[in-house]
Structures are given as C-alpha cells and as structure tokens.
C-alpha cells in the first residue's frame, strides 16, 4: 500500500533517541531549550520567542489561553480545519464561530467571517491548509482594524513562507505541529511563536501546570522539590527525547521541503488537464506542502477513492467539515454551503518524502486511467 502520508526517518533520529535515553532524565530539559533556540533560528523569528510543547494542539490551547478569553466569548474558524482548531477553543471555555472556506483555495473566507462577527468575537484562527499562509498581509489588516487578535493554526504550514519571510517570523500567536505525518516531526511535539518575551513567559509557565521552578532551565532536571504555582495550567511540556528527534528533523528539513514541492509540482503538471479535476492554486516555489489535496468534480470522489485503493493507494478527506459533528452542530450561526460542497469533493493523494518517482508515476497514471 503507499500510504497517504507516512514520517521519514533514519540512523540520525536512532542516534539521538540514544543519547537521550543515555541521559535517563526524559522530561523537559536542555535538549528542549535547544530545539526552542533552533526553530527560532530557523524561522528566521528575531525576538519573537518559540514555546515547545507536546502537541499542535497544546500549541494551539496555550495561545488561546493567552488570550485571557472568557467564557462565551468568540472565535471565529473556518469549518474545514482538523478538530483541534476547534478544540482548543473550547477547552479555554470560547466558542468557535464556524466560517466558511473559499471554494478555489480552501483558505478562510474573510467576507464571510464578516458576517458572522459579533461584541463577543475576541479572535479569528485562520488555518493554512495544505501549508498555504494565503494571504497574511491582508489577513492581518483585516484583524486589526476589528480589534481582533490573530491565532495561526500553522500545523501544516512548517517550512511555508509569505512575503519573503517563514511563517512564524512575524504576526501574533503562530502554531506549528511535529506530530509523525509532519513536514518534520518530533514524533509527537508542537511549538507557539509568541510576539514577545512576556507572552513566552506565560505560556511556558502554563505548559508546565503553572509551576515556577528555581534553575529550571540551567541544563539539568528542574528541582522537584522547590517550586511554587503562580497560574492555571497544564502538562502540555516537551520531552528531551522527542526534541532531539525535532533537532535531527530540523537538519533535514531543506531536502525534505524540496522533495515535498517537487512531488506537488509534479502532480500539478498532470492533472492540469484532467476532465473532473479542480486543483488547488498554490506557489510551491514558497508553500511547503503537508498535504496534496485537489477538488473531484461530477461527483466523481467515491469512484476515484475505490479506484485507487484497488490498486493499493491510499488516500483521505481531509476534512469532515466541524460544523456537522455532533459536538459542534447548532453552532454555526449561518449556513455554510461552500464548506458543505468542498468537503463532498476533496481528496487527498499521497504526499510524503518517502515516494520514489516511479510511485509518483504510477499515482498518476491511476487517478488519470480512473478520470480521463
């Protein structure tokens, strides 16, 4: 079966997991320090501090409750997104305000946000499907002039870039995700790029339920003795081993992104022209795609999905629009029609850096012989 999407690793990340291992403290330590340091470098982020934790998540719950958001108060979110946008926002006790999506990019539809504004709307959490920022600049002056704060659900979007920048080296509250299907992955990890030094501050005191440690970060174990709690918060920290696994990742990052645009490129080249096919208007010269997701038209998806695992190729919608699970339904406060068309069209095809050409190749001669 080639699989949709699959990590790749080697001796590099074995290595490192043994030195960590060696060390028998597995906790939130140096190595943690060194990867917040590291993707800090990366990105390009100046004085914009990165916060580790365990998950997108967490990443994503952290920067909400930065927010000092109170109970009712709003958040609007496209309705296609993973069910951790909307999550987040509800474990911090908002509501998540389902928007709709553009139908060509898949990217929040900010006149349809409009709309759905109200007194208690606080923040607005654009996603960056398939590692497409979209556009940050007008994003971001969109916010402003309403009064919003701005959280980035970047889990795809690690390596992406807008206006000659990585996401994540500018703007508010940015969210990256490191779990095992990643661009990179720490197995499982995420990280918070926060706007300044006292919002880092606070959102690494939360991510340890709210403990302040004497010398906690001075290279060794924290002291498990002398600690005193100052906030709310949770068992969100990183552990050493998962962020040595990050640093090795990280050094492999440059040809893992290029492997990922070639594979998308490539696919964008044959299904140009493919009778049913809408394809998804990206710059791989500067998105780094997570996932490579088109649009089955003629009602085609069902067909094309049972085809291919035929011939054993995996594929995935991703996603189930949040607006239509059990949890969430009733709050939408208009309908999403764009939304509830897309997500009976999407498809997502294989996309990770352990395809070979002739696997390529062959993805595309299938969903070709399926369609032409």
Known sequence: MIRVSQPVTGPEELE???RGLEKAYFGHSADVVELEKALAGYLGAGERPVVCVNSGTAALHLALACLDLAPGDEVLVPSLTFVASFQ????VGAKPVSCEVREDDLLLDLDDAQRRITPRTKA?????YAGNPGDLD??????AERGLRVVEDAAHAFGSSFGGKKVGAQGDLVCFSFDSLKNITCGEGGALVCPDADTARRAGLMRGLGMERPQATQGGPPSRSAYDVVTQGWRFHMSNLNALVGLEQLKKAPAFFA???AIAKRYDQAFADVPGLSLLPMDYDRVVPFLYTLRVLQGRRAELIDHLREQDIETAVNYPANHQHSLYQGLAT????????VCGQILTLPMHCALSDEQVEFIIAQVQACLA
Do not use: F
């Not at 987040?88 to 474990?91: H, R, S, V």
């Not at 208009?334 to 068309?341: G, H, I, R």
């Open 16 to 18: 490192a997991l043994k």
């Open 88 to 91: 987040a926002i509800t474990a």
């Open 124 to 128: 607005v959490m654009p996603v960056h």
């Open 138 to 143: 007008g994003l971001y002056a969109w916010a």
């Open 259 to 261: 492997r990922r645009q």
């Open 334 to 341: 208009a309908p999403l029609p764009v939304t509830e068309k």
